[in-house]
């Protein structure tokens, strides 16, 4: 896995080992937000980063487990070495258990003393216009959200650093998440392809220990961009901050490079919970377009975002309507989500409150 060739730093990573992944740097990815956020964006120059045990689907993080246990079971005998570092990672839980997402939080069993880690997620789409996306800004019938054409080049900039090896930088991971479960598996393939290798030639305690720790970070740090093929149609693409835990709460000029000292570690609520997040800043020429919900008030809307923009930056930023026939999208959209049951739906972690636009919209 290489870093994309654009960037100084080799901390900012693709989280695929194809190198024509690299190409996500060079493209537009959209960021869905409601009226409030948008403003507080644009006014303060930040995105938030949120702990990726506070997002919506409760399998983030978990959802690679089971595949790694499933893939283990598919090829039995192929991967004898790491496959007992693996199941010796996660002993302490009941594979049944992990297999049906039952978990919220692994605890791991590590062999030598372990430096915990945090990772914080930043969500976009690879989609400009997406139905299903608007669909989160639902308000009283009416839609009501903006998205943020980033430029992932120029977004990913506000990281780039001439690292100091005598620091410990965060590292910082970019992609789309994977559904389909052949991409999924090709992942996991070229992972544990290369680590048995290297077990097979040197199985000495002290190898063990590291390529137990190899395993848990590949879970860690790529858990984020494995996710249940049933949030397909969100498209998703994910900026994930890898950085230890020791690290988050520290004085404010402990992050490495000048724009990372611009990073905040703050709190917001949601649903009842405390959540702990990333304020990030960024350039604002890293913003390529944004785009309005359907909504009727258009020239008037976008009348005052360019008022907004014109008195905080100096690039003039493409403004667009949302181009989608309303009503027939949201009946067919509805159509589809009727098919899946509410079981279904539970059982991989999807927060049922993020689809009760439906019947306010029909």
């Known amino acids: 896995m290489n870093n994309d060739s654009t960037f100084t730093s080799p901390l900012i990573k693709s989280f695929q080992t194809d190198d024509e992944i690299e190409n996500n740097t060079k493209k537009i990815r959209y960021h869905y937000t409601s009226p409030s956020a948008f403003l507080s964006i ?10 990726i045990r506070y997002l919506n689907d409760k399998s983030e993080g978990i959802y690679l487990i089971k595949l790694i246990i499933e893939f283990f079971e598919n090829h039995k005998n192929k991967y004898p070495y790491s496959s007992e570092l693996f199941f010796n990672l996660i002993k302490e839980h009941s594979i049944e258990d992990l297999k049906n997402l039952n978990i919220s939080k692994i605890k791991y069993i ?21 139905l299903n996306m608007w669909n989160y800004y639902v308000n009283n019938g009416s839609y009501q ?13 506000t990281f780039d650093i001439n690292v100091d090896k005598t620091i410990a930088p965060f590292t910082v991971y970019y992609g789309e998440v994977l559904y389909k479960e052949s991409k999924q598996y090709k992942e996991i393939s070229d992972f544990f392809d290369n680590l048995e290798l290297k077990l097979k030639h040197n199985t000495d305690e002290s190898k063990l220990s590291l390529r137990t720790i190899e395993i848990r970070n590949f879970i860690e740090s790529k858990g984020a961009f494995f ?5 397909e149609s969100e498209n998703e693409f994910r900026i994930v901050i890898g950085i ?11 992050y490495a490079g000048e724009n990372n000292k611009e990073i905040k570690d703050e709190f917001t609520t949601k649903n009842g919970l405390i959540i702990p997040f990333l304020s990030v800043k960024f350039d604002y020429d890293a ?17 005052s975002i360019r008022e907004l923009l014109n008195k905080k930056s100096s690039n003039k930023i493409e403004i667009n309507k949302s181009n989608l026939p309303m009503e027939e999208d949201v009946l067919e959209y509805a159509n589809s989500i009727s098919e899946v049951s509410n079981e279904e739906i539970k059982k991989i972690g999807i927060d049922l409150s993020k689809i009760s636009f439906l019947f306010v919209v029909l």
């Open 42 to 51: 644009i006014e303060n120059q930040r995105v938030h980063f949120t702990d």
């Open 110 to 130: 590590m062999p030598v003393p372990y430096m915990e880690q945090r990772h914080f997620v930043f969500c976009m789409s690879t989609k400009s216009d997406s």
């Open 145 to 157: 959200g903006y998205n943020i054409g980033f430029s992932i080049n120029k977004f990913l900039k």
């Open 227 to 231: 996710k249940n093929t049933a949030f």
């Open 244 to 254: 230890a835990d020791a690290r988050v709460h520290r004085q404010k000029d402990h």
């Open 287 to 303: 913003i390529n377009n944004i785009t309005i919900s359907p909504i009727t008030e258009f020239e008037i809307a976008k009348d």
